[in-house]
């Protein structure tokens, strides 16, 4: 029967001949030297040219990659070889290696070594360590040397074909050949090893246009292989599967069987002559270069041919020698997630077929290897033969007696006990089947499934599915398509319940429910309970489970599920190269998760006990996603996600808890939201406190009209550095001169006259002032470019009603602020008002300063300066009132101590002049020791001591540092001096624009 082997394009790269190609053995690279000196890397997963090396203007006939160096090694027809990075584009190296053309070239794969092989008869191996020295010369062949190869079972000893029609085997460090292999009637082209440990061939390809197979034990040909029109180019014995390739002039690709040598498939891509083949070890893909071009082929299935069955002994192929080993056998040994398991290998002998598939059945008992289309069923145990058959694909039935094979396209034959037991024609043909708890069958009109038993039409669904996947228990399947998954819930009471005359050829219409569609592609998978476990085309590890996809773990590698061990709680996978690691998946969690989604709330409940705390969390996201918040806050043990949900399911107290246990300022801010929801204005002001958003805190208290919380807000705004809150307080609360401070503090001097323009022209001159002073050192004439109101009335016709409404303003405000909230609504906003208008009504006159007079200015400064000195204080009078007590007892005590008749007054305390001012209770004065004169300490108080602690002690009094009403009164100078100058400037400008006009 003919080889299952699928194969599959990667990729189609057109150019110039290409004479050599190669495969990098961890990059989705290929390799191409090309006849016009050219070298091209592409990447066949992005179908994309990577890297492209001019090397010569002569052909380029071989090229290697050497990934341990980073390094691409090519020889040409100017007979020499170069040495490029590929990861920096750079030359390394290059040297003259021949007299004559270069043909060839091989990689030692551990040693620093390569073999070259050229027209001039002569075979060069060369150490790059030793400065690229050549190591070794081969000669023995009379015409050119057409391809050298390493023996991949024998690092030191190598073949080489040459058209003196021979093929001889060579040892490192022997000048002469091993032996020679003599049977061509032409010159032959190209050679390779098997790369299996069971049979000691080589294969030849030669102009007479036969291949060869040799032993090169007993140097003998052991067959010969004819079918190609023209000479024979490129020959290759696959590294992984049973397959010899061979490549012709004839521009044709043939696919041979390597036990049977039966011609499997031909491959003609009408890219003319065929020149090289390049098979890669771990691979399935293949590289082959063409006169037109180079393509990569995949061929046949990565996946391994390997089983595990319910009590974890796993069987698999390695070519055709069949190994068992058992997890049981580990005993106690700790075994962490994806490392691989240190197995006890026992070999149970071959296999007279080649395995593509292995699989055991339900129970365990028995395993079936299928390949080469036949299969042969064995105990799982010693490996004994129980049936056989010819079979294209095989499938075991739910009943661990019953099977199904597939012989051909159209003929689908059941099994029971080893015997037939039925043969059924499917009606749109048979392109696969899968079995399960229902037989299915694929065909190009879609998924047909049967009745094992009856072979009824259950239900037909238009998918073209990769694979099929039931549960234990029959009532979930997975389909699997190249792109996506479908998970269906089978209705096996409807199918029983079916009135036969109402069953159409689509089968029973209730038969399946849908319940998801994923958009992945599944590799491998298998079903725990309603848990369907599987890997996906990342290489990650996920579970489906009521909808929601769980990843398990990230693979570093394409990895295959093999089972579940319910007793050990691990996930088992396997790779190609039949390594197998396992995964940490508790049972108890899947039991839970498979309870919820039956609704099964009392077993639930009843396993949830056991479940791991470490796992509590994921199984409360699982409750959340099925959309039981209240029972996934009551399982979750992470402080985020149980805050989360209960925010969602508003239950106030618990997040307040938890916002108090672990506290931060989003979750107050999340918090004080739903208290705000649920009207808990008292715990949203609490929260929006503790999470310091001012601009909420303003929000609450203006809305609620608290004129208190507001002051406090104020307050503690400008501390924070948060100005806006700050201006925005002082504002709603009419405390305009407040608001202003902010601006000039914060340096908005702009905005400051401007505002005071609107809201407090009393202080425009002053701001204006400030304003100029700022912007002159940076532009003087954009400074003096700026008109004062009182400099300049005729620009402000209506500055000094203003004035007046100002005061009127002042005054009502005064009094609205005893008013009762129940007549805001007869209060008509000031925007809507003509407060000058009412002014003039009223008849009322305030005393305005007169801003142009020295002394009007002066008055104004005193009281601003005097202002800011009280504010100062005020913010200062805690930090003050700490420091200051333990000073002044120590003062007292020192001036006691030395002068027993100065005594102080109660209500007294000494300070220096130093010390900051602070604000005394009532009938307590301040003492200056060290400022005043002892004449001024006796008017202050008669009874008071002559003189400081200091001249008690016969000291003379330094001299005193300026006190507080010192620099209070320097301050107001210093602005009457900024008034005095604005003043003579305005006057100046005054003159010149009286001389102007």
Not at 184 to 210: F, L, M, T
Not at 240 to 262: C, F, K, M, Q
Not at 778 to 785: D, I, M
Not at 908 to 932: C, E, N, R
């Amino acid at each position: 029967m003919p080889l299952k082997l699928d194969v599959k394009r990667k990729l189609l790269a057109r150019s110039d001949r290409v004479k050599c190609v190669d495969l990098h053995p961890t990059e989705p690279w290929m390799l191409c030297s090309l006849y016009n000196g050219n070298i091209h890397v592409w990447n066949h997963e992005s179908q994309q040219m990577v890297k492209t090396f001019e090397v010569c203007d002569v052909p380029v006939r071989a090229a290697r990659f050497v990934p341990r160096k980073n390094w691409i090694v090519s020889g040409s027809d100017d007979m020499l070889v170069r040495v490029f990075n590929y990861n920096t584009l750079e030359r390394v190296h290059q040297f003259e290696a021949h007299s004559d053309y270069i043909r060839s070239i091989a990689v030692h794969p551990t040693q620093p070594f390569i073999l070259t092989s050229s027209d001039d008869m002569l075979i060069k191996l060369w150490n790059w360590d030793r400065q690229w020295a050549c190591q070794q010369v081969f000669e023995g062949h009379t015409h050119y040397v057409m391809q050298v190869v390493f023996n991949p079972k024998d690092n030191n000893t190598f073949a080489s074909a040459s058209l003196d029609f021979t093929v001889k085997v060579w040892q490192l460090g022997s000048a002469t050949p091993n032996f020679t292999l003599d049977g061509h009637s032409k010159g032959v082209n190209c050679v390779d090893y098997y790369h299996g440990g069971e049979k000691p061939y080589i294969i030849s390809g030669a102009d007479d246009r036969q291949v060869k197979i040799w032993d090169y034990q007993n140097k003998a040909c052991v067959q010969t292989l004819d079918g190609h029109a023209q000479n024979i180019s490129a020959v290759c014995f696959h590294p992984e599967l049973p397959v010899i390739l061979t490549g012709s002039e004839d521009g044709t690709v043939r696919i041979w069987h390597a036990n049977t040598y039966r011609l499997e498939n031909t491959l003609n891509y009408g890219l003319e002559r065929v020149w090289t083949i390049q098979a890669l070890a771990g691979s399935n893909n293949m590289a082959l270069g063409y006169d037109e071009g180079s393509i990569l082929i995949k061929l046949g299935r990565e996946e391994p041919a390997m089983s595990m069955d319910a009590s974890g002994k796993i069987i698999w192929a390695k070519h055709s020698e069949v190994q068992q080993a058992n997890l049981k056998a580990m005993g106690d040994t700790e075994v962490k997630d994806g490392e691989r398991l240190p197995l006890q290998i026992k070999d149970m002998g071959s296999c007279e077929i080649y395995p593509q598939t292995i699989s055991h059945n339900p129970n365990g008992r028995f395993v079936v290897v299928c390949g080469d289309g036949e299969y042969i069923i064995y105990t799982s145990m010693a490996l004994r033969s129980k049936s056989f058959g010819s079979a294209q694909e095989f499938v075991w039935a739910q009943d661990s007696s019953e099977y199904a094979v597939r012989e051909n396209a159209s003929t689908v034959k059941i099994f029971k006990n080893f015997k037939e037991k039925k043969t059924f024609k499917p009606q749109y043909g048979a392109d696969g089947i899968f079995g399960g708890f229902l037989l299915a069958v694929k065909s190009s009109s879609g998924l047909a499934l049967f009745d094992w038993e009856t072979l009824d039409l259950i239900r037909r669904i238009d998918i073209q599915p990769r694979a099929v996947h039931w549960s234990d228990n029959g009532n979930m399947v997975a389909i699997c398509t190249e792109e996506s998954f479908f998970v269906l819930k089978y209705n096996a009471e409807a199918v029983a319940n079916a009135n036969p005359e109402a069953i159409t050829e689509e089968g029973v219409e209730d038969a399946f429910d849908v319940l998801s569609e994923v958009n992945e592609c599944v590799k491998t998978g298998v079903w725990v309970g309603d848990c369907f476990i599987y890997t996906n085309s990342v290489n990650r590890l996920n579970y489906y489970v009521g909808g929601e996809i769980v990843t398990i773990a990230h693979l570093d590698r394409i990895m295959y599920v093999l089972g579940y061990l319910p007793k050990e709680s691990r996930l088992y996978l396997g790779d190609k190269e039949l390594n197998v690691v396992s995964y940490s998946l508790l049972v108890s969690v899947l039991e839970y998760q498979t309870a919820v989604m039956r609704r099964d709330f009392d077993t639930a409940d009843r396993v949830l006990p056991i479940i791991p705390k470490e796992q509590r969390t994921r199984v409360a996201h699982f409750l959340e996603k099925q959309g039981f918040k209240k029972q996934a806050l009551a399982v979750s043990v992470d402080p985020e996600h149980r805050f989360e949900l209960a925010l969602q399911l508003g239950d106030l107290k618990t997040a307040l808890q938890l916002a108090q246990e672990n506290a931060t300022e989003q979750r107050w801010k999340q918090l004080a939201e739903l208290a705000l929801v649920q009207s808990q204005f008292g715990l949203a002001q609490r929260c929006l406190h503790q999470a310091q958003d001012f601009p909420g805190m303003l929000l609450l208290a203006t809305s609620a009209g608290d004129a208190n919380t507001v002051q406090q807000l104020a307050k503690n705004a400008v501390p924070a550095g948060k100005y806006n809150v700050a201006f925005l307080s002082y504002f709603l609360l009419g405390e305009i001169e407040k608001a202003l401070a902010i601006l000039e503090e914060t340096g908005r001097l702009p905005e400051a006259a401007f505002f005071a323009k609107c809201y407090a022209p009393s202080h425009t001159a002053r701001i204006v002032g400030k304003w100029k002073d700022f912007l002159g050192q940076t532009n003087e004439k954009a400074a003096q470019a700026l008109a004062d109101p009182v400099g300049y009335e005729n620009l402000f016709p209506d500055f000094q009603e203003s004035l007046q409404a100002e005061q009127f303003l002042k005054k009502e405000m005064t009094k609205r602020r005893q008013a009762p909230a129940r007549i805001y609504p007869q209060v008509r906003p000031n925007h809507e008002r003509n407060l000058i208008e009412e002014v003039a009504v009223s008849g009322e006159h305030f005393d305005i300063p007169d801003f142009k007079s020295p002394a009007s200015r002066k008055l104004i400064a005193e009281e601003h300066v005097i202002k800011q000195s009280r504010e100062h204080e005020r913010f200062a009078q805690p930090l003050v009132e700490k420091a200051l007590h333990p000073y002044a007892s120590e003062s007292k005590q020192h001036i006691e101590k030395n002068n027993p008749s100065t005594q102080s007054r109660p209500d007294q305390i000494q300070v220096s002049a130093h010390d900051s001012l602070t604000v005394l209770p009532q009938g307590v004065s301040i003492v200056l020791s060290d400022t005043q004169t002892p004449e001024a300490s006796r008017q202050a108080e008669p009874g008071a001591a002559p003189a400081t602690a200091f001249q008690q002690q016969g000291q003379s009094p330094s001299k005193s540092e300026p006190n507080e009403v010192d620099l209070l009164e320097a301050e107001i100078d210093m602005e009457m001096e900024k008034l005095a100058f604005d003043d003579a400037e305005e006057d100046l400008e005054l003159d010149e624009n009286e001389d102007l006009m």
